[in-house]
């Protein structure tokens, strides 16, 4: 995270714009791509599949916190000068090119207009900064995950999203008066966001599922559906299934 600036200050009293990441600038899940690059580099770590598997019965108990920080330990050990170019040649090959040109746009949009731009995001933060540096947010944050020189097998983090989001948010930029931040736009794809939405005078969902779609046509919000470079859920599985045993496709533009 960016030290928050008086130039930052200038922007938000124009208007602040919040952007989701997954699934809302990009169609992946960003995770699953990270692995995806990591593991065709050094395919023994392939061996995490076997320990995620393990937890897999016990993902209700353990939460989407507590297995992100299973899945993450396909990075066991990795070092911290590693991982940094690993993240960068993801960035470099995924961002802005794969992204939804629509939601570029939107992203320009609010640039020109002199708003806040900030990149929050539930994905792990050590590569989100890049991700909003590459795409010129003013300010990005993600979850923060615990690691020293290299990467724990099972790091510390405190998953960004839900209410995280909300409060982290409002350490930044100050609490939302009587509950809403003025002049504001969240930009989201996934019902997890609706507190940070709830926050915003207006918001645009992206590719929503069908009860998100009903929540945002009822508050009469805008709705945009991107095309997707899968066909359905079958394909989106399969798309996941190949990113997350490192056989995933490659990223040119098809």
Request: proline share 6%; charged share 25%.
């Amino acid at each position: 995270m960016r030290r928050v600036t008086d130039d930052h200050r200038a922007k938000f009293q124009r208007g602040l714009a919040l952007y989701d990441l997954d699934g809302t600038l990009i169609a992946w899940d960003t995770q699953v791509l990270l692995c995806d690059h990591v593991l065709k580099r050094e395919g023994w770590r392939r061996a995490y599949l076997l320990f995620f598997a393990a937890f897999l019965p016990a993902a209700k108990i353990l939460g989407a916190e507590g297995m992100k920080r299973v899945f993450l330990s396909y990075l066991w050990r990795v070092d911290r000068r590693q991982l940094e170019v690993w993240v960068n040649e993801l960035v470099a090959e995924f961002f802005p090119l794969r992204c939804y040109p629509a939601m570029l746009e939107m992203l320009q949009r609010d640039r020109d207009a002199g708003h806040l731009t900030v990149l929050a995001s539930a994905s792990p933060e050590f590569y989100v900064r890049e991700v909003g540096r590459v795409l010129g947010f003013d300010l990005a944050c993600g979850t923060p995950v615990e690691m020293g020189e290299s990467m724990p097998l099972l790091p510390d983090l405190v998953n960004h999203k839900g209410e995280e989001k909300v409060r982290r948010l409002s350490e930044i930029l100050g609490a939302p008066p009587e509950g809403i931040w003025p002049n504001s736009h969240g930009y989201s794809d996934s019902s997890a966001d609706l507190p940070m939405l709830a926050c915003c005078e207006r918001n645009t969902l992206v590719n929503p599922s069908q009860v998100l779609t009903a929540i945002g046509e009822e508050k009469g919000w805008e709705i945009v559906r991107p095309g997707k470079p899968w066909q359905g859920k079958a394909g989106h599985l399969v798309e996941v299934a190949r990113r997350i045993t490192g056989f995933g496709g490659s990223s040119a533009p098809g």
